[in-house]
């Protein structure tokens, strides 16, 4: 880790008091910049900022609903007032939706999914692409998922919000790339979360059942994510727009399982 890499760098963070946009905050404070750390609860999003305070960075807490235009706009415009400009947004909100097929998804469920990961990330970048054109240009990367790429039967809300959102970043790059803005996805794959684990009744069992569903034999972890964004913010990555990094442990490669004797099986 490079602690002066993003020095010089804001960056604004939706989603930022989750564990996973909390991790990609720390990341980049340790590594130089200055954070806006915004979330629907702002509690998390304040104990975020805390945190990284108490360890000696520069970070604000602020609260956005992502599906709303004025909140996303509210928000960009609290870090450009806090620390004057911005050149990095991440884009981590996302829904929790239930499953579901066509027929017994709610529509409003099915609404949800898209306003915040989907019409969530295109707001923010709405009114975040003139303040980083503003700044010289930066760099937008927006959380994905493997099941972007991979589809799951009964959670069609949240496999068509993924793509989409790759799709959608694809053409930020182009329609910013004259801005010196660059724009990229993460599609990571199964993260061991408090929220991710729910489905399988928690960490450990999360753990036992997903793990073998990545070549690597385990779920990733929030720091894996945290070190792709760090990455794709920063100039190491000066050369990388309209992409999508998989850090899924091989499991869109893979689509097999980890077998008893840590073989890989089709």
């Known amino acids: 880790m490079n602690a002066s890499r993003m020095a010089g760098r804001i960056a604004l963070i939706t989603g930022g008091g989750g564990e996973i946009g909390s991790a990609i905050a720390r990341r980049l404070s340790r590594e130089g910049a200055k954070v806006a750390i915004a979330d629907l609860d702002v509690a998390k999003a304040q104990k975020a900022a805390s945190d990284i305070i108490a360890s000696g960075g520069e970070a604000l807490a602020l609260q956005v609903d992502v599906g709303d235009a004025a909140s996303a706009q509210e928000a960009v415009a609290g870090a450009v007032r806090a620390f004057g400009g911005l050149t990095t947004l991440v884009n981590?909100?996302?829904?929790?939706?239930?499953?579901?097929?066509?027929?017994?998804?709610?529509?409003?469920?099915?609404e949800k999914a898209?306003?915040?990961?989907?019409?969530?990330?295109?707001?923010?970048?709405?009114?975040?692409?003139?303040?980083?054109?503003?700044?010289?240009?930066?760099?937008?990367?927006?959380i994905a998922s493997q099941l972007g790429h991979l589809h799951v039967?009964?959670?069609?809300a949240y496999c068509s919000s993924k793509a989409a959102l790759i799709a959608f970043t694809q053409v930020l790059a182009m329609d910013f790339a004259?801005?010196?803005?660059?724009?990229?996805?993460?599609?990571?794959?199964?993260?061991?979360?408090?929220?991710?684990?729910?489905?399988?009744?928690?960490?450990?069992?999360?753990?036992?059942?997903?793990?073998?569903?990545?070549?690597?034999?385990?779920?990733?972890?929030?720091?894996?994510?945290?070190?792709?964004?760090?990455?794709?913010?920063?100039?190491?990555?000066?050369?990388?727009?309209?992409?999508?990094?998989?850090?899924?442990?091989?499991?869109?490669t893979f689509k097999g399982v980890i077998g008893p004797d840590g073989r890989p099986t089709m």
């Not at 753990?207 to 920063?234: F, M, T």
């Open 92 to 110: 981590t909100a996302a829904a929790v939706t239930p499953d579901g097929t066509a027929e017994t998804l709610p529509l409003e469920e099915w």
């Open 114 to 142: 898209l306003r915040i990961n989907f019409t969530g990330a295109f707001l923010m970048c709405k009114y975040a692409a003139p303040r980083m054109r503003d700044s010289g240009g930066g760099a937008i990367v927006n």
């Open 153 to 156: 039967a009964g959670r069609a």
């Open 178 to 252: 004259r801005d010196g803005i660059r724009a990229n996805t993460i599609s990571p794959g199964f993260i061991l979360t408090e929220r991710s684990s729910q489905r399988s009744g928690g960490k450990e069992n999360a753990r036992r059942l997903q793990g073998p569903k990545h070549l690597l034999n385990r779920p990733g972890d929030v720091e894996d994510i945290a070190a792709g964004a760090a990455y794709l913010a920063s100039d190491d990555a000066a050369f990388v727009t309209g992409t999508d990094l998989l850090i899924d442990g091989g499991y869109v």
